[in-house]
């Protein structure tokens, strides 16, 4: 069976600091993956997106960056993290293709708060 | 994307069924209709989705109108575990990625 993998679960970093939160997936090849974020009180914003490694899709302009090395494993990075970066932070992956009937499986969330 | 539409919140008696409205007017025909939840400080869970037909699962029903500008989610016998944020999502296929844009979501009150 497929697991995704999600760290840290919570994270507590000042501003100006770097950041990285790492994703991985077992028991598929080749996944998309995604990247979500959720500020307090509001709904999901996608980030990021990858059907491939090296290939990143951006959704909107921000503080952040991502990156997918491997496979199955996709990094969330800022070289210097903003009061407003804080927020939930939900890494998912889907099956690749336009295949029918396949939605998103999320992580647990990294609950970042930026001080 | 299309669009959906969803009341803000919503009440339910526990035991009784949940319906949950959903407005998709701009749909495409091949769009399909997802539902997730999400349980306060979770990552969002999967529900049911559908194209077409109407759909049943272990979870829920997924009644979509004969037009599809509509969906209705039933949760038939709602639990107290149930009380979350339910997102009615109509997916995008962008370039082999699909992706899922998710609006405000209706927040389910499951009342003991």
């Known amino acids: 069976s497929q697991t995704i993998h999600q760290w840290p679960a919570t994270l507590v970093q000042p501003v100006g600091s770097p950041l990285s939160l790492e994703c991985t997936v077992e028991g598929t090849s080749n996944p998309n993956l995604y990247w979500y974020r959720q500020a307090a009180g509001r709904g999901l914003q996608l980030l990021f997106y990858s059907v491939g490694i090296g290939q990143i899709s951006s959704e909107v302009p921000q503080n952040l960056s991502a990156s997918r090395p491997q496979d199955r494993q996709f990094i969330l990075s800022s070289k210097k993290l903003l009061l407003s970066d804080s927020g939930f932070y939900l890494c998912a992956w889907s099956r690749q293709g336009a295949s029918r009937g396949f939605g998103y499986t999320f992580g647990s969330g990294t609950r970042l708060t930026v001080v | 994307d299309a669009k959906t539409t969803q009341p803000t919140s919503m009440d339910c008696a526990e035991g009784r069924a949940a319906n949950l409205p959903c407005n998709h007017s701009?749909?495409?025909?091949?769009?399909?209709v997802y539902w997730y939840r999400q349980i306060h400080s979770q990552g969002p869970q999967y529900i049911i989705h559908?194209?077409?037909n109407n759909e049943t699962n272990e979870m829920a029903s997924l009644i979509i109108t004969e037009d599809r500008k509509s969906s209705t989610l039933i949760l038939p016998h709602a639990t107290l575990r149930d009380t979350a944020v339910y997102y009615c999502i109509v997916r995008a296929v962008i370039q082999g990625a699909q992706k899922l844009v998710f609006g405000q979501g209706t927040r389910l009150t499951i009342n003991p």
């Open positions: 701009t749909i495409s025909g091949n769009e399909y």
């Open positions: 559908g194209l077409k």
